[in-house]
T-cell receptor, first 113, second 118 residues
Framework: NAGVTQTPKFRVLKTGQSMTLLCAQD?????MYWYRQDPGMGLRLIHY???????AKGEVPDGYNVSRLKKQNFLLGLESAAPSQTSVYFC????????????FGPGTRLTVL | AQKVTQAQTEISVVEKEDVTLDCVYE???????LFWYKQPPSGELVFLIR??????QNEISGRYSWNFQKSTSSFNFTITASQVVDSAVYFC???????????????FGTGTLLAVQP
């Protein structure tokens, strides 16, 4: 049982490049989330999904797209990376029933030059 | 709107001291949940506790204790006899209650960096 995993762990991009961050969970959780963590800002919600094939915008969605084609995977895409997207990205998942805690992945550190 | 405030940006204590991390929240919901997460220097987020708005009993887990007071909208976290391994960033978070399409998004505070000196 690996929990929540994220790929890659580190990445450096040049402005304008695109990339996809992969989040996978093996706990059969319905809900999945993408957050970004910036110094002094805490974690802010980018996008989330309440089930396969369904996604919604969070607090800071601009510049990102997501897809949830399979229940266990939640992809975060940057179509044209900008230096402002330099951050640590965390994926999380949780069960739908009750207000359970979110389980977080280890994070992806992204630098956009 | 929901909001979580952790006014203490950084706290430094000497090992074995007690330390309290403050968390003040704002919500219009009558039912909500509060959480504490720990982020050690390695970077991962570790769940510590969940408390619902109907349960104001204080909770103790080893050296950790939590004081939830609805009257002051606070959910403070105390570490007794701190240790170097407690050094981390601690986040308080708020979530709306489950039901009717609510997605239980977490609203995080900005975190408190705790440094425990040997």
């Amino acid at each position: 049982n690996a929990g929540v995993t994220q790929t890659p762990k580190f990445r450096v991009l040049k402005t304008g490049q695109s990339m996809t961050l992969l989040c996978a969970q093996d706990m059969n959780h319905e809900y999945m989330y993408w957050y970004r963590q910036d110094p002094g800002m805490g974690l802010r919600l980018i996008h989330y999904s309440v089930g396969e094939g369904t996604t919604a915008k969070g607090e800071v969605p601009d510049g990102y797209n997501v897809s949830r084609l399979k229940k266990q995977n939640f992809l975060l895409g940057l179509e044209s990376a900008a230096p402002s997207q330099t951050s640590v990205y965390f994926c999380a998942s949780r069960r739908r029933l009750a207000n359970n805690e979110q389980f977080f992945g280890p994070g992806t550190r992204l630098t956009v030059l | 709107a929901q909001k979580v405030t952790q006014a203490q940006t950084e706290i430094s204590v000497v090992e074995k001291e007690d330390v309290t991390l403050d968390c003040v929240y704002e919500t219009r919901d009558t039912t909500y949940y509060l959480f504490w997460y720990k982020q050690p220097p390695s970077g991962e987020l570790v769940f510590l506790i969940r408390r619902n708005s109907f349960d104001e009993q204080n909770e103790i887990s080893g050296r950790y204790s939590w004081n939830f007071q609805k009257s002051t909208s606070s959910f403070n976290f105390t570490i007794t006899a701190s240790q170097v391994v407690d050094s981390a960033v601690y986040f308080c978070a708020l979530s709306e209650a489950m039901g009717g399409g609510a997605t239980n998004k977490l609203i995080f505070g900005t975190g408190t960096l705790l440094a425990v000196q040997p």
